[in-house]
């Protein structure tokens, strides 16, 4: 069953001579559940794709459609809605607040949204991430690995259709980068979310169940590999 869709994405930055073509022209079909690895050199466009799917940056033309439904045709409040519910963004760098503690930074998206925190959902999440025992850290005093649990903690809590995530594993060595996207692909299956995941690891990209590779804004490679 489909879940999302691309069509003919562009996204253009600056003006006249300087215009960068972030994206030139991408159209795909992902299906629920699906787990994709978005693959490609450094400034081909990856994350200004994932930030068009993920409702925060405004594509040139093109449109993406959630569930059918064209998730910049409406306004901004509904887009605003369309981010803290239906997907979850996962960084680099984490993307922490320093002052939160562990738990205030996994609800924080809950409760900005004005919902209630499904306490089993936290504590399981909690759990399932090895965090528990730290609800009270602030993110300095975890180690990467965890810092990235906790974001993907905060992701999850929603309970999105589609997580998003942008080389969740680039600042970390191998053990805890494969740690990591277990537990993506945990989630994946437990609770048939979409996963959209760009990586500079091959060994990681391969875990996917269908490759996609960018060059200069475009899509050069679309395959299934099956897991
Ligand atoms: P990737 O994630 O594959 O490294 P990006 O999507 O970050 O690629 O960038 C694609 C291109 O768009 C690059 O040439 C980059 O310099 C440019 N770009 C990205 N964001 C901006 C921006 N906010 N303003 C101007 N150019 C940008
Ligand atoms: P991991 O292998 O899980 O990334 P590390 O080897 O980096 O963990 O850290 C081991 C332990 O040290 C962790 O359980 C973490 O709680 C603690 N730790 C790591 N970095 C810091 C820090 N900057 N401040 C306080 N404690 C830390």
């Not at 025992?133 to 929603?158: C, D, K, T």
């Amino acid at each position: 069953m489909e879940i999302l869709r691309v069509e003919n994405l562009k996204k253009y930055y600056g003006e006249g001579t300087n215009t960068v073509k972030a994206l030139d022209g991408i159209s795909f079909s992902v299906n629920k559940g699906e787990f994709i690895s978005i693959i490609g050199p450094s400034g081909s466009g990856k994350s200004t794709l994932l930030h068009i799917l993920g409702g925060v940056d405004k594509p040139t033309s093109g449109k993406v459609f959630m569930n059918g439904q064209d998730i910049y045709g409406g306004t901004d409040e509904q887009l605003a809605v369309f981010r803290r519910r239906e997907v979850g963004l996962i960084y680099q760098f984490y993307n922490l607040i320093p002052v939160l503690n562990v738990m205030e930074n996994m609800t924080l998206p809950v409760l900005m949204d004005g919902r209630d925190i499904n306490q089993e959902r936290l504590g399981e999440l909690t759990d399932i991430l090895g965090l528990k025992g730290r609800e009270n850290h602030l993110p300095n005093q975890l180690s990467g690995g965890q810092q990235q649990r906790v974001s993907i903690g905060r992701a999850l809590m929603n309970a999105p259709a589609v997580v998003l995530a942008d080389e969740p594993t680039g600042n970390l060595d191998s053990r805890n980068s494969q740690e990591i996207v277990e537990l993506l692909k945990l989630s994946n299956v437990k609770y048939q979310q979409t996963l959209i995941m760009i990586t500079h690891d091959e060994n990681i990209a391969l875990q996917a169940d269908r490759m996609i590779a960018i060059e200069d804004g475009k899509i050069t490679r679309d395959e299934v590999m099956g897991r």
